[in-house]
């Protein structure tokens, strides 16, 4: 009972933290920077007229709403109910990817401005720099992430033995390992991969993947951990706790993504009105 | 060093691209030895084709502005500075348009000049 009582509360948390608490945070960033960066000091940033700015705020928001009012209905059913253990396990799963769903719509609108941009904006910039994975992967955290990894490998390997009914084997190590494979391609092609926003100023660009490096290692590990600890749960036949472990799970991957937004240190000036603009071709050496 | 290209300017891609790291390497924003991103890395921050890239790169090598060394990547050559005040193609624009005014001074046509040129051009040794 105090398990099923500690699950409500965990899973309180994840509908309040990621469909109310971060989605306000989001909503605040974009009004501030909208006051702080008006359309008509920083035109390149709003390839759009500004009530589409406004109405995609807006159904961001109440998006985050409709989920949110859905996660206090299957709280109050599974309080009703009295559920836990395999049906609340999947619930909060499948939960957390419905809450996934607005974020993800907001990231492909960032992606449709960032197209737009590139559109209406026949300038490009790009650095002389090299870029280079080993430049940022932070050696401590790729190693962390890599031992991480071996020892999972090991893991699977050591609870093999007991031939567990339930134990999915060597499976594990296989959805691990994919899981890894598409951390890594995501790793790549943030460094080497197309330039979406063109007015991004490289050093922004450079700051964005070291970020999202840091995070991708942190999921990694994170994840690998996670699933260590959900076969560990089982094998003490403590079933009861993998639906508040993977709960607290989501809520920490909410936690270390949320990072991913933050845009304070971003340089602004980029998109202002370019003199140069109106004469194409200016300043290039021949 | 950020370089600047824009993709409706009537100067073609490549060559806005070579100037622009010319100009870079006259006014010591990238030294010699320096290394330079890839032609995809550039191709992909600039979204241009690698093509375009590529090409760029080979003229620059060909001029001896940067120079490639194997797997190890593109770097900026040791003499590029003094590379970089040879113009071959302002050169080539001059000599041609000495040989053609020299040409329509002997009474040839611009048309007979334009066969010629093209017949010249498609008979050339690869």
């Given amino acids: 009972m105090s398990e099923q009582l500690v699950f409500y509360a965990v899973f309180l948390s994840q509908i309040l933290l990621i469909s109310f608490y971060y989605p306000r ?13 008006p359309p008509s000091a920083y035109p390149k940033l709003y390839p759009r007229p500004a009530e589409y700015y406004t109405r995609s705020r807006r159904n961001y928001g109440r998006w985050n709403l409709v989920v949110l009012l859905l996660g206090f209905s299957i709280l109050a059913a599974l309080w009703l109910f009295s559920e836990s253990g395999v049906w609340a396990y999947n619930i909060a799963i499948g939960y957390f990817f419905l809450q996934l769903i607005p974020a993800l719509s907001l990231d492909l609108s960032f992606l449709r401005e960032f197209k737009l941009m590139r559109k209406v904006d026949s300038r490009r910039k790009a650095s002389l720099s090299p870029r280079r994975l080993s430049d940022f992967v932070p050696p401590l955290l790729g190693g962390a992430a890599l031992i991480t990894y071996l020892a999972f490998v090991f893991f699977v390997f050591y609870v093999q033995q007991f031939d567990f009914p339930w134990f999915g084997g060597y499976w594990n190590v ?15 092609w943030s460094v080497y991969g197309r330039k979406l926003n063109p007015h991004q100023a490289y050093e922004d660009r450079v700051a964005q993947i070291t970020k999202l490096v840091r995070i991708l290692l942190f999921i990694s590990i994170a994840a690998t951990v996670f699933v260590a600890l959900t076969v560990t749960l089982a094998a003490w036949e403590l079933r009861n706790l993998q639906p508040i472990a993977v709960s607290l799970y989501f809520q920490l991957l909410a936690v270390i993504s949320f990072q ?12 202002k009105e370019d003199p140069l603009s109106a004469s194409p071709g200016k300043g290039i050496a021949g | 060093m950020e ?10 891609l490549f060559a806005q691209l070579m100037g622009q790291i010319k100009r870079a390497v006259q006014h010591d924003q ?5 290394p330079l991103p890839s032609i995809r890395q550039l191709a992909s921050d600039l979204d241009l084709n690698n093509k375009t890239v590529a090409k ?49 001074e002997k009474g040839v046509t611009d048309s007979e000049i334009r066969i010629a040129f093209g017949t010249v051009m498609n008979n050339r040794p690869q």
């Fill in chain 2, 56 to 104: 760029a790169y080979r003229l620059l090598e060909r001029d001896s502005v940067i120079q490639t060394r194997g797997y190890r990547g593109t770097f900026v050559h040791p003499d590029a500075k003094a590379n970089c005040t040879i113009d071959l193609s302002a050169w080539v624009t001059t000599k041609l348009g000495e040989t053609i005014a020299e040409l329509r």
């Fill in chain 1, 25 to 37: 945070q989001i909503v605040g960033r974009m009004k501030r920077l909208r006051e702080t960066h």
């Fill in chain 2, 30 to 34: 990238v030294s010699p030895g320096d």
């Fill in chain 2, 3 to 12: 370089i600047n290209i824009d993709i409706d300017a009537p100067v073609p």
């Fill in chain 1, 174 to 188: 296989v959805g691990v390992t994919f899981m890894n494979l598409c951390f890594g391609a995501i790793l790549l």
């Fill in chain 1, 260 to 271: 991913a937004y933050r845009i304070d240190q971003a340089n602004f000036e980029v998109y």
